[in-house]
């Protein structure tokens, strides 16, 4: 007598390689926000301080440039990021808010808008009625919130926690052309932070591509070539104002 399999999960039946589970998009942007922050902290403060090295061997400017580049832009992505994260969230809030009331008011109307959604996605009248029906009835809120607004009431991003992310990533990323600036000799400083910034740079463009799917060599090249040309803007800026004396 054959043995009977046990019923399969969605989550086995799905494949390996395609995310299903709920909430997957959100993480997926916090990694992409977090990759792209640490990028900007690299460039941004590599830029100061080169261009800092480019006028004066001293550590004491190097390094008070440095810091403040990494504080002001720290908060400056946090309040950006704590901004916009709090208008998408107050928005999503408020349509969340309406389709509670509207479930409330007319819950008849709502399921034949409901069906009406399904129709329109292919499906025939009866099964459209009957999948409103069942999804109805195991959680109205979320089954319009889903089909209507494609919102998942319980992804709503904090913008506190938007913000904190933010800055930490920016912060990471700056740390390294601090590092790199501040403890070679200082003939050394400004190859070694070229190398090391390049190097970092082409490992978060990677990352990045590999979170979108797209070409990684495209993305490596993009960033490697943007962070070299803002080095070599700054590093020249900064020694033709050493040459000329104004610092």
């Known amino acids: 007598m054959p043995t009977e399999l046990p019923a399969e999960s969605p989550e086995s039946r799905?494949?390996?390689d395609e995310p299903h589970r709920g909430g997957i998009a959100q993480r997926l942007n916090w990694l992409r926000a977090g990759v792209l922050g640490a990028n900007d902290g690299i460039v941004s403060v590599a830029a100061i301080v080169v261009g800092v090295a480019g006028a004066t061997s001293d550590s004491g400017p190097i390094l008070t440039a440095g810091i403040a580049g990494l504080v002001?832009?720290?908060?400056?992505?946090?309040?950006?990021?704590?901004v916009s994260v709090s208008s998408q969230s107050d928005s999503e809030r408020a349509?969340?808010?309406?389709?509670?009331?509207?479930?409330?008011?007319?819950?008849?109307?709502?399921?034949?808008?409901?069906?009406?959604?399904?129709?329109?996605?292919?499906?025939?009248?009866e099964t459209a009625r009957?999948?409103?029906?069942?999804?109805?009835?195991?959680?109205?809120?979320?089954?319009?919130?889903?089909a209507e607004l494609n919102i998942d009431q319980d992804d709503v991003v904090s913008p506190w926690h938007a913000a904190a992310a933010s800055a930490a990533a920016f912060t990471i990323g700056a740390i390294l052309p601090l590092l790199a600036i501040l403890l070679p000799p200082p003939e050394l400083r400004i190859p070694v932070t070229f190398v090391a910034v390049l190097l970092a740079l082409a490992i978060t463009g990677g990352v990045s591509a590999r979170i979108g799917g797209s070409s990684?060599?495209?993305?490596?090249?993009?960033?490697?070539?943007?962070?070299?040309?803002?080095?070599?803007?700054?590093y020249g800026v900064g020694a033709l104002l050493g040459a000329s004396g104004v610092v």
């Open 14 to 16: 799905a494949h390996p």
């Open 216 to 234: 990684r060599s495209r993305a490596i090249l993009r960033v490697v070539i943007g962070g070299a040309l803002a080095l070599a803007a700054t």
């Open 72 to 82: 002001g832009g720290a908060i400056s992505m946090a309040l950006g990021e704590y």
């Open 130 to 146: 009957q999948v409103a029906v069942e999804l109805t009835a195991h959680d109205a809120l979320s089954a319009h919130l889903s």
């Open 95 to 125: 349509l969340i808010a309406k389709e509670r009331q509207e479930l409330r008011d007319m819950p008849e109307e709502e399921l034949d808008e409901l069906t009406d959604l399904y129709r329109a996605r292919g499906l025939s009248e």
